[in-house]
């Protein structure tokens, strides 16, 4: 079975650039999170996704965020546009009943 | 709001046995998890307590005590591969099944040594 897969990998952009990061779930999880992990700082939640509606997206920072997941089955995040404060590393999880399962992340630079 | 406290590192030295702590402060909460994460690598499920006592799989053990918000991950008989920051989060469930978020404790960098 694959595991939760990410693209890309690594992106470096300057500021006020726009960068979209895309995250495939285990098939079959109906539930999808993002979460960011800045430089010094513990992984933190971003939102989540239930098929291809959003449940809680209480932890977007602000209105430069954009998350969607059409059709219920891949995810994306778009930063539009980029500021220095959002370098870090972004994650990808997924779970049907129980037990994140989490990708290898998008390590977002911005100059 | 969500509080989780973990070591920053740890040293131990293969073969031995090592315990790594984790205390919270939370709300609503629906269990604790432990991750493994090797550096620039996913993190990777280790273990889940939802009720208090002691979990054990294989070299790795994990107990919660609910009513003090405390947890431990044991990790016996170390080898060099190991070596990895070890993370604690605390589940807080709000709706459906799997329907959760996570929060995270900054993680615990364990060095294993000859």
């Known amino acids: 079975e694959a595991g939760v897969t990410q693209f890309p990998s690594h992106s470096v952009i300057e500021k006020g650039q726009t960068v979209t990061l895309r995250c495939d779930p285990i098939s079959g999880h109906d539930n999808l999170y993002w979460y960011r992990r800045v430089m010094g700082k513990e992984i933190k939640f971003l939102l989540h996704?239930?098929?291809?509606?959003?449940?809680?997206e209480s932890g977007m920072p602000n209105n430069r965020f954009l998350a969607e997941r059409t059709g219920g089955t891949y995810s994306t995040l778009k930063v539009q546009p980029a500021e220095l404060e959002d370098s870090g590393v972004y994650f990808c999880?997924?779970?049907?009943?129980?037990?994140?399962?989490f990708g290898p992340g998008t390590r977002l630079t911005v100059l | 709001g969500q509080n989780i406290d973990q070591p920053t590192e740890m040293t131990a030295t293969e073969g031995a046995i090592v315990q790594i702590n984790c205390t919270y402060q939370?709300?609503?909460?629906?269990?604790l998890f432990w991750y493994q994460q090797h550096a620039g690598e996913a993190p990777t499920f280790l273990s889940y307590?939802?009720?208090?006592g002691l979990e054990e799989k294989g070299r790795f053990s994990s107990f919660l005590s609910r009513s003090k918000g405390y947890s431990y991950l044991l990790l016996k008989e170390l080898q060099m591969k190991d070596s990895a920051s070890y993370l604690c989060?605390?589940?807080?469930?709000?709706?459906?099944?799997?329907?959760?978020?996570?929060?995270f404790g900054k993680g615990t960098k364990l060095s294993v040594i000859p």
């Open positions: 939370t709300s609503g909460f629906n269990g």
């Open positions: 996704f239930v098929k291809e509606s959003k449940q809680d």
């Open positions: 307590n939802v009720l208090d």
């Open positions: 999880a997924s779970s049907q009943l129980w037990g994140q399962f």
């Open positions: 989060a605390v589940s807080h469930a709000y709706s459906g099944a799997g329907s959760y978020q996570l929060t």
